[in-house]
């Protein structure tokens, strides 16, 4: 969990998306390098259709794409036709050299928030729409304060102008504490929106009984934002095509979460901290995403999230579960180590699970078996190895050996990645358990935790025998053990978020 406040707005642009202009090389010379080899020649770009050159210039930074109209009448007269796309960061630095010396409060360090605002109203204003993309990461903190006139005259032109994408990221969020402008629920053309470092979102108890707010949004993200319990029921409620939910960095406000909709597909609490995450209604949710990463001191000694699984029939991917932070409950039923599989204890419709797992606290390894009983069906299972701060001794193979039937690893998992191995007794037992135990078993994945390639080798030879074991319950000839070390491929909300990645965890 970032602790500083620089640290916190780099985990939320971690997560938030990427303007288009920000992928890949968008500038004007690229684009017309690529035609024009060497800069000269032949321009053969501009013989692109109309629609094909709008969306060149949708791709550039605001800058580069107000350039165009002086290459020619025809690029002119385009501009104005092609949906904005705008990043405040890509004229930020126009406006770092200002003189900070005045006593008005219009500037703070170097930065001319003034004529910065100014200048993204005038482009807001002048440009007649559609929308396609606006983020503001910089300049939201000195348009939303003194009454935040300026946002709320951006917020009207958003709405009149058909935006569908929206990032606000009020930084840096002092001196000033500001509320989100309840204009905000007036731009109804939004298909994505994330919104950061909001003290308080609007209150939501004027909305119209029944009113679809949102009726085309498909993507909502919360990054330390403020929210009631009640404003993100009512927000669910006013967005019936909403796929994506995300809340990140969220550990004061809503302490509360309810999933009441009947369009989410995923939902991410990521890095985030309530009493309870209750899935209500959720018929066409698929993926439920987890990541705490708060140091246990930080959240004190008996803090836990309930997670509780009612109707989500669809429901196929879940994780990371950690014992230590998470008490599940499906049904109406608190799941602890003993509780026998049911009708109603478990999730048959899931296939990927993601276990995090302290293997040094006795009293956590063994609620793994009772987890496992709880999704027959699973064909994919991550477990990450945690570090106990204060270890309270290890489960041996005789543990493991007297565990009973696991209907997942006897008649579907077909592959297993165990994450951060560092060799310890309890891992390779845990390991050898699942050798011995999965029939359908093809591909087991070890990815190091120190990350080195030098011990690749070391810890494969150390696992051969498990391969090689004639008590493997797996027949299949293309079984392998693969051993890899993390290569720095960290696990990130952008990978765990991503719909079209069939496994979220696989990094």
Request: charge should be positive.
């Amino acid at each position: 969990m970032p602790a500083t406040m620089a640290g916190i707005m780099r985990a939320i642009l971690a997560c938030v998306p990427a303007a288009p202009s920000s992928t890949g090389d968008g500038s004007l010379s690229a684009a017309f390098s690529s035609t024009c080899p060497g800069g000269g020649g032949e321009d053969r770009i501009s013989r692109l259709p109309d629609a094909l050159l709008a969306d060149i210039v949708s791709r550039l930074p605001v800058k580069e794409a107000a350039r165009t109209a002086a290459i020619s009448p025809r690029w002119r007269r385009l501009r104005p036709s092609t949906p904005l796309v705008l990043d405040d960061t890509d004229i930020f630095d126009d406006f770092a050299e200002a003189d900070d010396d005045d006593d008005d409060g219009d500037t703070f360090g170097l930065i001319d928030w003034r004529a910065l605002t100014n200048t993204l109203s005038r482009i807001l204003s002048g440009h007649p729409g559609p929308f396609r993309c606006v983020h503001l990461t910089t300049a939201c903190n000195y348009a939303s304060a003194r009454g935040g006139s300026a946002l709320v005259r951006w917020l009207h032109l958003f709405a009149a102008k058909s935006i569908q994408e929206l990032v606000l990221i009020n930084f840096p969020n002092w001196p000033f504490k500001n509320t989100l402008p309840a204009e905000v629920l007036r731009v109804a053309s939004l298909r994505r929106l994330y919104l950061g470092l909001w003290d308080k979102f609007p209150d939501t108890n004027d909305l119209p009984s029944g009113a679809h707010v949102f009726p085309h949004l498909a993507e909502l993200g919360f990054c330390k934002t403020d929210i009631k319990t009640k404003d993100l029921d009512r927000l669910l409620q006013c967005s019936p095509v909403l796929e994506k939910l995300a809340l990140i960095l969220c550990y004061d406000t809503p302490r509360n979460v309810r999933v009441r909709s009947r369009s989410l597909r995923c939902v991410l609490f990521w890095m985030s901290l309530a009493d309870a995450l209750a899935v209500v209604v959720a018929p066409c949710l698929e993926r439920l995403i987890l990541w705490n990463d708060c140091p246990g001191a930080w959240l004190g000694k008996d803090f836990r999230t309930r997670v509780k699984i009612g109707y989500a029939p669809e429901l196929k991917v879940l994780g990371y579960l950690e014992p230590s932070f998470h008490v599940l409950e499906i049904g109406n039923t608190v799941i602890e180590f003993g509780t026998r599989p049911s009708p109603t204890t478990t999730i048959p419709s899931l296939k990927i699970l993601a276990l995090r797992v302290r293997f040094g606290v006795r009293k956590e390894a063994k609620v793994l078996p009772t987890f496992l009983r709880c999704f027959p069906n699973v064909e994919t299972l991550h477990v990450m190895s945690a570090e106990a701060d204060e270890p309270t001794g290890k489960l041996n193979f005789k543990f493991w050996h007297d565990v009973g039937p696991i209907e997942c690893l006897q008649s579907h998992t077909k592959k297993v990645v165990f994450k951060n191995f560092r060799g310890n007794r309890s891992e390779v037992v845990f390991l050898r358990f699942v050798v011995e135990r999965a029939q359908l078993l093809q591909k087991m994945v070890v990815v190091l935790a120190d990350g080195d390639p030098a011990s690749e080798e070391r810890v494969a030879a150390k696992l051969k025998t498990l391969a090689c074991s004639t008590k493997r319950a797996s027949r299949d000839s293309k079984f392998s053990i693969l051993v890899r070390s993390s290569g720095g491929s960290d696990w990130s909300f952008r990978a765990a978020s991503n719909l079209s990645k069939s496994d979220p965890f696989d990094s």
